[in-house]
């Protein structure tokens, strides 16, 4: 693969579609999936024109059972990304679609130059705005992305359920998360590119109070009906 960075030096054409991006940092290491929104921040790698490129974005989660050991297909089911371009002042968007949709929680295993530790990594279909590239100019499309959260060292998980993303705030230095993330293209003929960069935070996202409020109605309206029924019931005797 090769890096785009063409398209930050050359403004290379944007096709635009909307996007969505949902905001409170996440708790500990977790024995289950307790939230399931979450918003996280970033750069572009370093750029030689732009110095940083900032990066928002958004995913949410939803429990299921596992596929495999540590594996979890079907889990996401929301995302989108936000590539902030300082010039001509675009923004590059990628959004969710139906795929693999996975999150993968591993324990021990090979991190890359030569660490061991643990992982949490989310990879997700998507689509989204397309890029043009090269000479003549060839158009690349969005068709997935991935997070990786790791610990060198391990003692990141106490299994490998499904569980929410580590907060960074909560991980000691040096055995701390080491957050990346790429975005992958392909062109017509299934060649392929990349965006890649870090992560600098992840929070996760409350419930609205509106929703709150509303299963607080539920919960009150299940309790008086059971309260009306032993009611009649008695009364009937």
């Given at each position: 693969?090769?890096?785009?960075?063409?398209?930050?030096?050359?403004g290379l054409?944007l096709?635009?579609?909307t996007?969505?991006?949902?905001?409170v940092p996440?708790?500990?290491?977790?024995a289950a999936?307790?939230?399931?929104s979450?918003?996280?921040?970033?750069?572009?790698?370093?750029?030689p024109?732009?110095g940083?490129v900032?990066?928002?974005?958004?995913?949410?989660?939803?429990p299921?059972?596992g596929?495999?050991?540590g594996?979890?297909?079907?889990?996401?089911?929301?995302?989108?990304l936000?590539?902030?371009?300082?010039?001509?002042?675009?923004?590059?968007?990628?959004f969710?679609t139906?795929g693999?949709n996975?999150?993968?929680?591993?324990?021990n295993?090979?991190?890359?130059?030569g660490?061991?530790?643990?992982?949490?990594?989310?990879?997700?279909?998507?689509?989204?705005?397309?890029?043009?590239n090269g000479?003549?100019?060839?158009?690349?499309?969005?068709?997935?992305?991935e997070?990786?959260?790791?610990?060198v060292?391990?003692?990141?998980?106490?299994d490998?359920?499904?569980?929410?993303p580590?907060?960074?705030?909560?991980?000691?230095?040096?055995r701390g998360?080491?957050?990346?993330?790429h975005?992958?293209?392909e062109?017509?003929?299934?060649?392929?590119?990349?965006?890649?960069?870090?992560?600098?935070?992840?929070?996760a996202?409350?419930?609205?109070?509106?929703?709150?409020l509303?299963?607080?109605?539920?919960i009150?309206l299940?309790?008086?009906?059971?309260g009306?029924?032993?009611h009649?019931?008695?009364f009937?005797?």
């Amino acid at each position: 693969m090769f890096m785009l960075k063409q398209w930050l030096r050359r403004g290379l054409i944007l096709f635009a579609v909307t996007a969505f991006v949902p905001s409170v940092p996440t708790t500990a290491v977790h024995a289950a999936l307790v939230n399931h929104s979450f918003s996280f921040t970033g750069d572009l790698d370093l750029d030689p024109v732009f110095g940083s490129v900032p990066v928002t974005g958004s995913f949410q989660l939803t429990p299921v059972p596992g596929s495999s050991l540590g594996g979890y297909t079907g889990a996401v089911t929301g995302f989108s990304l936000n590539i902030l371009v300082p010039s001509p002042g675009q923004t590059h968007r990628s959004f969710f679609t139906s795929g693999a949709n996975a999150v993968t929680i591993s324990k021990n295993i090979d991190l890359g130059s030569g660490s061991n530790g643990d992982r949490w990594e989310l990879v997700t279909a998507v689509t989204g705005d397309r890029i043009l590239n090269g000479t003549p100019p060839v158009e690349f499309a969005p068709v997935s992305f991935e997070l990786r959260l790791d610990r060198v060292m391990g003692g990141l998980f106490s299994d490998t359920s499904l569980q929410d993303p580590p907060s960074f705030s909560t991980l000691i230095n040096p055995r701390g998360v080491t957050g990346r993330w790429h975005l992958l293209f392909e062109d017509m003929s299934r060649n392929g590119a990349e965006y890649a960069g870090s992560i600098n935070s992840l929070t996760a996202v409350p419930l609205p109070a509106a929703v709150i409020l509303f299963g607080i109605g539920l919960i009150s309206l299940v309790g008086l009906g059971a309260g009306r029924r032993r009611h009649l019931l008695g009364f009937q005797v």
